[in-house]
T-cell receptor, first 117, second 115 residues
Framework: AQKITQTQPGMFVQEKEAVTLDCTYDTSDQSYGLFWYKQPSSGEMIFLIYQGSYDEQNATEGRYSLNFQKARKSANLVISASQLGDSAMYFCAMREARSGSARQLTFGSGTQLTVLP | DAGITQSPRHKVTETGTPVTLRCHQTENHRYMYWYRQDPGHGLRLIHYSYGVKDTDKGEVSDGYSVSRSKTEDFLLTLESATSSQTSVYFC??????????????FGPGTRLTVL
C-alpha cells in the first residue's frame, strides 16, 4: 500500500481563488510529520509547510495552510488567493518515527497545479 | 535559502561508465541525503548520511555508493551507470532539531542521462 497518496494528478484554479490539494497518508506510527513541497518548472524543491502528528492546530504559513484531519489520515494543502507564480508541482511527504536515524521522507506522486489568469 | 549546491547540474554519460555527483552545503548540517526523482514516483531515497563517514542505505540503493569525508560534502557514485539510472538527483540536508520538525532542504538537482 502506498504511504502517501495524492489523487489529483492535475488541478486548475482561477487566479485569486483558493485551491485545496489532497493528500492522504498511511502509517501505524503515533509520531510522524507531514510536509508539503513545491516544485516549479525550474526544478527546485521548495519547502512550504510542516504539520506534526501531535500538533493540535493546523499549520499555517502565509497563504498556505494545512487542513490536518488525523482520524481520516489526510493532510490537505490549502492555497488562498492563488497567484500565477503558484503554478507548479506540489508534493506531500511524510516522515515516520520508525524511520529512525534515516529520517527519510516518503513522497507522494505529486499534483500539478495550474493557475489561470 | 539553505546553502546547498550540486555539481554537475547536467550530465550525459554512456552505459558502463562511472559517475560521481557532488553535494556541497554551507549550513554545517549533520544529515545529508540523496534522492532520485522519476516520473510517477515522487522522490525516493538512495542513501543518507548522519555524520562524517556515517552512511546508510535508503529505499533504492542498488547500483549506488556514497561517501562523506567532510561535513560539507556528500558524494554519490554510480560505479557503472545504466540507463535505468537516468533521473534527476536531489541532495537534501537537515539538522537534528527536536521531534519530527526536522525539515529537509533540497539542492537544485542534477539531471543525469545515461545513454
Amino acid at each position: 500500500a502506498q504511504k502517501i497518496t495524492q489523487t489529483q494528478p492535475g488541478m486548475f484554479v482561477q487566479e485569486k481563488e483558493a485551491v485545496t490539494l489532497d493528500c492522504t497518508y498511511d502509517t501505524s506510527d503515533q509520531s510522524y510529520g507531514l510536509f508539503w513541497y513545491k516544485q516549479p518548472s525550474s526544478g527546485e524543491m521548495i519547502f512550504l509547510i510542516y504539520q506534526g502528528s501531535y500538533d493540535e492546530q493546523n499549520a499555517t504559513e502565509g497563504r498556505y495552510s494545512l487542513n490536518f484531519q488525523k482520524a481520516r489520515k489526510s493532510a490537505n494543502l490549502v492555497i488562498s488567493a492563488s497567484q500565477l507564480g503558484d503554478s507548479a508541482m506540489y508534493f506531500c511527504a511524510m516522515r515516520e518515527a520508525r524511520s529512525g536515524s534515516a529520517r527519510q521522507l516518503t513522497f507522494g506522486s505529486g499534483t500539478q497545479l495550474t493557475v489561470l489568469p | 535559502d539553505a546553502g546547498i549546491t550540486q555539481s554537475p547540474r547536467h550530465k550525459v554519460t554512456e552505459t558502463g561508465t562511472p559517475v560521481t555527483l557532488r553535494c556541497h552545503q554551507t549550513e554545517n548540517h549533520r544529515y545529508m541525503y540523496w534522492y532520485r526523482q522519476d516520473p510517477g514516483h515522487g522522490l525516493r531515497l538512495i542513501h543518507y548520511s548522519y555524520g562524517v563517514k556515517d552512511t546508510d542505505k535508503g529505499e533504492v540503493s542498488d547500483g549506488y555508493s556514497v561517501s562523506r569525508s567532510k561535513t560539507e560534502d556528500f558524494l554519490l557514485t554510480l560505479e557503472s551507470a545504466t540507463s535505468s539510472q537516468t533521473s534527476v538527483y536531489f541532495c537534501a540536508i537537515s539538522d537534528t532539531t527536536s521531534g519530527e520538525t526536522d525539515t529537509q532542504y533540497f539542492g537544485p538537482g542534477t539531471r543525469l542521462t545515461v545513454l
